[in-house]
């Protein structure tokens, strides 16, 4: 399916009645281009009811949209080639309803992530949620986003209870609902998480919420290697301690979890782990009583801990958090993995990276959610004799191959010239052939992001 | 509702011909609405129940078939070979009494189910007449009871048997299993001892008398001997009233009611009696029967009589538990798994006093799983229904030597012969006793 | 009308005493836990995926339906055959495939009963945490099927939080992998997707499970109350106060006689409800939150709180909530059970309006709730030979179904939608979002070979003919026993 007899002109004039001239953008295009190419014109909605109408027009007139939240993730997938609609929803940014009593959420699309957790926060409230700063709750739900708290409250797929979404061709759809158990209808919050936009566009979502911890700690384990922090880990998964975070570190990841200011990003190397007096880092994170604190710390005493004051706490697990974001930033050649393996995998996929990178001149630093088998890789190029494009393909292959074949290692980010070069999301566990009919049955002429995804 | 509509048009429309009309049960001993009424067909009974584990069919499962003793009463189904097939294959262990929320007397339904298939339906002949034989003229009768056992006591110490099983003779003819599952009948018959009482040991506890069935007394009179030595060791006069009978659980279960009423009957005139505390029995199958006389004589007149003597009755360890253990001479320090007989757990739910007992004499208990499920033998089903029963005995057999047991105990004489025969299929080389055996050991 | 073919077609496949074909053992595949009926035509008992498929293939090319069917303990008809059919038996294939510790899942066939898993995993510390009352009897590709929960979902989540992998053979005989051990796989997210679809997407024939540590210390606490409204208020101060228990449950005065009189589980007679609060985890949290959920208790208006002293009294405690269904059945012949969620805050209008509804329409509705994620059960009892009150009881149950869609609840939390609740559907979604819902079935099950006429109302289903009445539940009963 192509571009072929869309009447692309109209586009402009066409938009401006229907959502009226000052939703429709064709200035600042900038801040919308997408691997470097921009939209023939941004819609910015002010109502989820303009979203369906939209679409329709779009779907008949063979128009593709790409719908752009806080643009955090616009860079996953193959280069769209083109892009006719950028459908942001920046508008959309409302909280619908907040009953504190009901520990649920109901929030617009274009919410900002952190905007709505700081007014949970207000009620002592989690919304478990994690993304990169500035990410919408679409945003944040299309890429299956999340963060080191998935150990303790779960991803996405667990607490998002209901969604609405607009398909390809204007039909409104919802899945779930307001209340935080439900089983009437087909699940299509499961479906619309980790889509990418290829299925529909978000306009809302509902989302149950957890209490706020009173106070948490966090436990820093150093080991000499991988196979001592797993031995621990292994311990952990049979242990009736409950960590809300348990990330494993590798030396060089730990790099990047201090406040040094960046140098000049494409000189900046990581240093070769080698020469580090660095050692692999389990840090786990509790949230409870005192009493409840004290016993996981005499529990894990055997690993001699160390324990984190309040305010490293804070600091330590927001760089975690942004870990991602500072490698991209020191190293703009930088390719990322988000990995999902069987847990027992864990080492294997961790070793896997450390051959395939050094092999291809990068260095691999790694975070990895170690209680729930999801690991975020930087492969991240030498300064001397930087890899080519090809590399990095070659890199991603020779990785890729060394894992199960219930894994998943999907690039979500590399330089724009290697992405021709290879398959970005790597192959899936799960049936393509069912993917794809639900790709047609949901965007029938494939306009939205068209040749991003996995299924094209 | 409607869809119960949908069913029948649905029915009709692929050309069954299962109409509703009038009921197929007429007569006596009916399953009645209020009876089957109580099943809200939830199916929590479903993985309760041995031969639904087996077989994996809702007609044999205990929803299933009060399903079909419903169907039969709304003349959608006939009393026939499928129906029949289907009550015929349940061993009234009643575990699904235990698992069923509802409360439902299940036991009662299929026992007047059996009832009606006994007044409505054509055996074949040779089966006809060997059940009329041995339900009628045999367990209730001392005196041929004597004389058959005598004759198998015959076969099986004249060498016959030995020659039948080592020519092959008994595989050829399909008989094995069932020779194997015979119980050894005894050289003195304990029926010598009816209208004997034997005094109490030191300072009388209480008195009872001893209920000591029909097979029990011409192939188990060594466990009767031992139950009176263990009650009476334990302060405890025992009378073996001369009057008594077979307390009728076969015929009941089979569905010849009437002759159980009739035994019913004699039993209460031979023990009820204000000089006993109770009425003990060392057999949960007959127990579970003696206890509910009440449902059994309820059209008769002498329902409060017996509903009087249900209360009396005791299992033998359910007495002795309730009076508590004498401090026993030696202690058995052994390693031992418990069975629990279906008609003690499900029928009278007596679950702890046999474990008690046995911890009291010294013995570590390790359960086994699914201790509480049916071992296949439930009275005659391990010869009627043979294949089906090997099938749950050896899923039991994979249970026990999933322990670290030496010893299998159980608390029916049924369910030990059946237990045995399991060990020498299963090629295991465990003892199995009756708790009143260990009890005895230690006194 | 089939010809004799088919049987024989299928016997070649399964074996010959896998199949059933005749009327009087076909009869005792048309019901299931629920009220409704339909006779199918066949009922196959595969023994592997393989036959699965070559059911699948026969049943497509002979334009059969196919019904999948677990332990038949449903409570909204999915597995029923309403318009005959084959009836796929999933009860023996029963095996635990695979218990991976060191992954954390176990894979199993889908006709493992729940309870069955949980138990071949204690020995090793951990169980499988979905935990619906009927977890004695349910199958595990049964729960798959409905997105099964139970009084713990509170905490530990229903079926679909507990799945990451599933070999489905799709209606046309495909047999597709979905997940796998890992969290998550890339692309779109299908074991979730395909988990509560009820069996109208495919047949799962191996399922690959989460499996959780059993807790160190369990806390059961019985909290007493005179006044209904005061046990529901507690629920809401719970939540305010920032604690998360295990499962809290509420059973009301009148359902809790009718089962104490059945468990003897310690429920006092005269109290106007009963919470059931499980807390569980590391014993320092589970101490500490004891005694402030006895305090919050206390101030909402408790006028005794117990704790379970020891193991026995805590499964006493709960085989009363977890039969609590079945014991209403020696109240009452027959009673109708419905499923309705509400946001917790407004639990206690919601008893209010049920009370009315049961005033109104002269029955007795007794309430038994997952308080804690506002699912409630009401249970209407009446007496099916009575026509009368047959119907009524029918309307008061959509009248109540119908007060939760307009405080923003749902109609099912956990037994789903199958032919039950399918006309309610409409209630709770717009034509359109039924028309993608549809779709997405089309994806999987493009002639709704598998389990049709179920979970979308029949208007949607363009390719499927309904016979008038069969949707709506309010035409005559015939047999009384026939109904709870």
Redesign the interface.
Known sequence: MSSGISIRHDIVPQLEQLLGPEAVFVSDLQRYSIDGVLPTAVARPGSAEQIPALLKIANEQNWTVVSFGGGTRQQVGQTIERIDIVLSTERLDKIENY??????IAVQSGARVDSVSTACAQH?QLLALEAPAGATIGGALAA?ESGPLRAGF??P??FCIGVNFV?GDG????GG???????????????M???FGT?GVIVSANFKL???A?QTATFITEFDSVAQAIQVR?WL??????PISAELINPTASEYLTNRAPRDPDSWAPEAPSQQKKRWMLALRFA??D??L???RKELAFASPRDLTEAEQMAFWRAVAGFEATAIERHRNGMIFHV??????SQNVIEAAQGAATDYNFVASTIARVT???LVIAFLPLAVDPPGATQFASAASHFRSRLS??????VMRCPLEAKPQFDL???????????R??KR??DPNNILNRGRF??E | MSHQDSAIQTAEEHGHSLQMGESNFAGPDRPTWELYATCVHCGLCLNHCPTYRVLGMEMDSPRGRIYQVLQVDAGRLPIAESFVTHIDRCLDCRACESACPSGVQYGHIVERARAQIEQHYQRPWLARQIRSFFYRHVLGDRKRLSQIATLLRFYQRSGLQSLAQHCGALKLIGMAELDRLQPRVDDRFFFEQFGQVFPASGERRARVAFHAGCIASVAFSALNEATVRVLTKNGIEVCVPAGQNCCGALQAHAGFRDEARALARQNIAAMLDDRFDAVVTNAAGCGSTLKEYGDLLREDGQCSDAERFAEKVKDVTEFLSSIGLRPPERQMKLKATYQDPCHLAHGQRIRNPPRELLRAVGIELEEMPHSDQCCGSAGSYNVTQNELSMKILDAKMNDVSSTSAELVVTANVGCMLQLRAGMDRAGLNLPVKHVIEVLDECY | MFSFGIASKLKKIVGRDSVLDRAEDLMLYEYDGSLARGMPNFVVFPQNTEQVSAIMKLACSEQLSVIPRGAGTGLSGGAIARRGGIVLSLARMNRILEIDVANLRATVQPGVVNLDLSAALAPQGFYFAPDPSSQKACTIGGNVAENSGGPHTLVSGVTVNHVTGIEVVLPDGRIAQLGSKSANAAGYDLPGVFVGSEGTFGIATAITVKICRLPESVATLLSIYDDVQDAANTVVALTTEGITPAAIEMLDGWTLRAVEAYVHAGYPLDSAAVLLIELEGLREAVDEQAEIVSAVCRRAGAREVRRAKDENERQLLWKGRKTAFGAIGRVSPSYYVQDGVIPRTRVPETLRKIEEVGKKHSLTIGNIFHAGDGNLHPLILFDARDEQQTRRTLEAGREILEFCISVGGSITGEHGVGMEKQDLMSSLFSDSELEVMARLRKCFNPDSVLNPQKLLPSIRTCRETVMPGHASLDAPVASGAELR
Request: glycine fraction near 12%; hydrophobic fraction near 40%; proline fraction near 6%.
């Open positions: 009953d504190p009593g009901d520990l649920t002592r299956n779960g991803a797929r667990d398909t039909v409104k759809g919802r609902g307001r209340v935080v158990k439900n089983v009437a209808g087909y699940d299509l919050m499961k479906l998480i980790g889509s299925l957890f209490p706020l009173q292994d998964l049979r242990s009736p301690l409950a409870g009583s009493r409840l004290a016993r996981c999902s393996a069987p847990l027992a995998e729930v088998g999801t074949r219930g894994a998943s290692a999907v999301w790597g192959s899936t566990p799960s049936d393509i052939a069912l993917m009919k639900i049955a949901f996995l299924v």
